[in-house]
């Protein structure tokens, strides 16, 4: 009798939890697209609710993807409504996916061979852009005359989305290389940021040593296991891994095999301090372990994550290889471009869309970039006011115009369709390398490991 | 009488039909879900290409694979994981069994619960936490410098040979206590007479462990080696979030090389499917071995 009570009792919490759920699912459904059209489409409240949930063609409504709430996803509201200006009638219905999320849905649709599951526009990465665009050649649309002005983005940027001289992509968020440098310690150690702006990895390494045995800081953190930093220092001195004719070029080339020695060089002399992840990379500079960070723009968001170290950080540009002809001290890393598929419903309003924001908006660009410090690769809006307003965080510093002059110097790199390949490899040879391995044997692997990779 | 047998007939045919109603939703579940993908993948492991445009390539799948020196390096760390961790758990969770069997010990209740609680824990979760002891700056090294055992911080997980370590030592600590529970159940099995008349005949703890304990318990411990070589080979969330299968892939284990392959860089699914078969003809093979060396029916 105990046992049946309790049964019972039991499958009734069950069915009640199960309900539960069920109700506060569909308030949730209903109360959802309510909120997001009354923020979209403010004429048309009569119909809204049911405009929004639509992804058919031919209502002015188009899906987007893409991964950042804060970011991306921001801009592409913002975006949205610059638009809407014009034509009212237009909506977007913005949907987060998750970069890795991202990566095994497009997988199962595209090898599926079925478009009708893509978006309309989604954002893609630049690294893994010219992979899918290539691989699977009727992914995106082609936008080469499509009217929108790409000869106003930076060149490197712009070539990231570009397949045989054709574009794919609409660039989007800029990954130029900034050099940031805590200067109280560089001040103990008797140094100004002058004295690191326009040096190469000789002197870096010189002054490094320097405030190191002074300070005990080191100059510069990278994530170990990756080989992020010597992609872009090949990067800054117009390297590749590719051979022109798009096999691996590892060996016998002078450009890498540099990089690698400066790289094991910071290593071996403490300049550099490594984090085992990203989290532990992060914690070097926030938690006052090293006085500098060298990576793509966007870290700016982590540093300014320690507020209370405002006003001691100055950004320049990043050491340049030494000995290398046409070394620069630009480079880039990461980054995104907005890329048409062929499912999307209405190709022209998706061009006329992204010509009249991300390709010819300056408001756009002024908006997000207080907004979420999103940078463009857009050249037109460095001449905006808000670029040249001096950042109180870097002791009043006009960072942004600076990134942005940085942004239209960086030569262009060709990342080639297997880049997660070539990067993995280099990485594994990176970490054996600062674990006393030989340079040129393991780049002779890495070079083995990649045509592995590629041969099918 | 004819009546008579065709009414048992149809009674006959109802039941069967009635335990074909109950089983047939499991069989078609089953049948959709693992057995069709399953045949596909087999089907794919003899196609090659990027994306959709797959081609017939006969056995060059497979032996594409003794040629990738990575996935050799995966399965040799997977079989270090199997031969070193697999012996130490279950060793371990039979000696703790025996200790929790006993009825006279106080609290066992709380300590079964407290071993068998991480195998409760999320695989995600456990990884990061124990990544976490291990950073450079994590509890591990705290405690090992301030007992002045090492010097300075050791980073384990930067190193092949630790972070090999630090993650069998992760499975022990996550699994043992799973094993543990499938002892117990067997040793209640054991009727207690037989150790009390083994302790009156004068039987030390070891001796009664080792002469009554394991060999009664031996279909159990058969099943545990079994599932435990089958889970070790298709290790995965511990490689990916513990240790990225770093440092340059000394901690990579197959599955997780898989995933790389097939979702990672460009797509072959002809290969990644060759190389999940691989992990399927090797778990079949070391179940068989250990099913004929254990099963020794008297």
């Known amino acids: 009798m105990k046992q049946k009570i309790l049964s019972v009792l039991l499958s009734a919490v069950v069915v009640a939890a199960m309900l539960a759920g069920c109700t506060s699912k569909t308030e949730k459904a209903a109360t959802e697209p309510a909120s997001e059209s009354s923020e979209t489409t403010e004429e048309a409240a009569a119909e809204s609710g049911e405009v929004s949930e639509t992804t058919e063609s031919g209502d002015g409504t188009l899906t987007v993807w893409a991964w950042d709430k804060s970011f991306n996803i921001y801009a592409m509201e913002e975006a949205e409504k610059i638009y809407q200006k014009e034509h009212p009638d237009f909506s977007l219905n913005i949907v987060e996916v998750s970069w890795d999320d991202m990566q095994t849905t497009l997988g199962t649709i595209l090898s599926s061979g079925d478009y009708s599951q893509l978006p309309d526009i989604l954002l893609m990465q630049d690294f893994a852009f010219r992979k899918y665009a290539s691989t699977y050649t009727d992914f995106f649309t082609d936008l080469t005359d499509s009217g929108i002005a790409f000869d106003e983005f930076a060149e490197g940027k712009l070539g990231m989305s570009m397949v045989d001289g054709k574009n794919y992509g609409v660039p989007f968020d800029n990954g130029a290389e900034v050099a940031v440098y805590r200067t109280d310690i560089l001040e103990q150690a008797g140094y100004t940021i002058d004295d690191l702006t326009d040096i190469d990895w000789d002197r870096f390494i010189e002054i490094g040593k320097d405030v190191l045995d002074k300070t005990g800081y080191s100059l510069v953190s990278s994530q170990a296991g990756s080989s992020d930093i010597i992609m872009q220092m090949l990067q800054s001195a117009g390297g590749s891994i590719w051979n022109g004719d798009g096999t691996p070029g590892y060996v016998e080339n002078e450009t890498l095999k540099k990089c690698m020695e400066v790289y094991k060089e910071l290593f071996d002399t403490g300049v550099m301090e490594t984090g085992n992840n990203w989290d532990e990379y992060i914690a070097t500079f926030t938690s006052g372990k090293t006085a500098g960070v060298i990576n793509g723009c966007w870290i700016l968001a982590s540093i300014e994550s320690a507020e209370e170290q405002s006003g001691l950080w100055a950004v320049t540009n990043m050491p340049s290889l030494p000995g290398v002809e046409g070394a620069t001290n630009y480079s880039n890393q990461g980054g995104s471009s907005w890329g048409i598929t062929t499912n999307c419903s209405d190709v022209e309003l998706a061009e006329d869309f992204f010509a009249s924001t991300f390709a010819g908006s300056v408001e756009l660009y002024d908006t997000i970039l207080p907004g979420a410090g999103a940078l463009a690769t857009w050249i037109p809006a460095a001449d905006s006011d808000v670029y040249s307003e001096p950042q109180e965080f870097y002791g009043g510093e006009a960072v942004f115009e600076l990134i942005t002059d940085f942004a239209s110097k960086v030569p262009e790199f060709d990342m080639g369709v297997y880049y997660t390949e070539a990067n993995t490899a280099l990485a594994t040879a990176v970490t054996n390398v600062c674990a006393g391995g030989d340079i040129d044997s393991e780049l002779q692997t890495a070079e083995d490991t990649v045509n592995f990779d590629m041969g099918n | ?298």
């Not at chain 2, 006993?102 to 709380?110: Q, T, V």
Request: positive net charge.
């Open chain 2, 1 to 298: 009488m004819a009546g008579n047998n065709s009414k048992k007939m149809s009674l006959n045919k109802k039941q069967n039909l009635i335990g074909w109603f109950f089983l047939a939703p499991g069989v078609i579940f089953i049948a959709c879900l693992s057995f069709y993908p399953a045949i596909k993948a087999l089907i794919t492991s003899f196609k090659t290409g990027v994306g959709v445009n797959m081609t017939w390539t006969g056995l060059s799948n497979y032996i594409r694979i003794f040629e990738d020196k990575i996935f050799i390096q995966s399965i040799r760390n997977c079989f270090f994981y199997l031969i070193i961790q697999v012996p130490i758990m279950l060793i371990l969770a039979l000696i703790l069994a025996s200790i929790l069997n006993n009825p006279r010990l106080k609290f066992r209740g709380i300590y079964r619960t407290a071993i068998f609680l991480p195998c409760a824990t999320s695989l995600v979760a456990y990884a990061i936490i124990f990544r976490t002891l291990f950073a450079n700056d994590g509890y591990v090294n705290l405690v090992l410098v301030k007992l002045g055992i090492l010097d300075s911080a050791y980073n384990f997980l930067t190193h092949p040979f630790s972070a090999k370590i630090v993650i069998i030592i992760a499975l022990i600590w996550r699994w043992t206590g799973y094993n543990m529970v499938f002892y117990l159940a067997g040793l209640q099995n054991i009727e207690y007479s037989i150790y009390e008349a083994a302790k009156i005949d004068g039987a030390s703890p070891f001796q009664i462990f080792r002469k009554i304990t394991v060999p009664l318990l031996k279909p159990i411990i058969l099943m545990t080696a079994i599932m435990s070589t089958n889970g070790t080979l298709q290790l995965f969330d511990e490689s990916v979030n513990l240790t990225k299968g770093g440092p340059a892939n000394a901690s990579v284990t197959m599955s997780h090389y898989i995933f790389k392959k097939a979702f990672e860089g460009v797509t072959n699914f002809g290969y990644t499917s060759a190389m999940s078969f691989v992990i399927f003809i090797m778990v079949a093979i070391l179940a068989i071995i250990q099913m004929k060396a254990g099963d020794k029916r008297d």
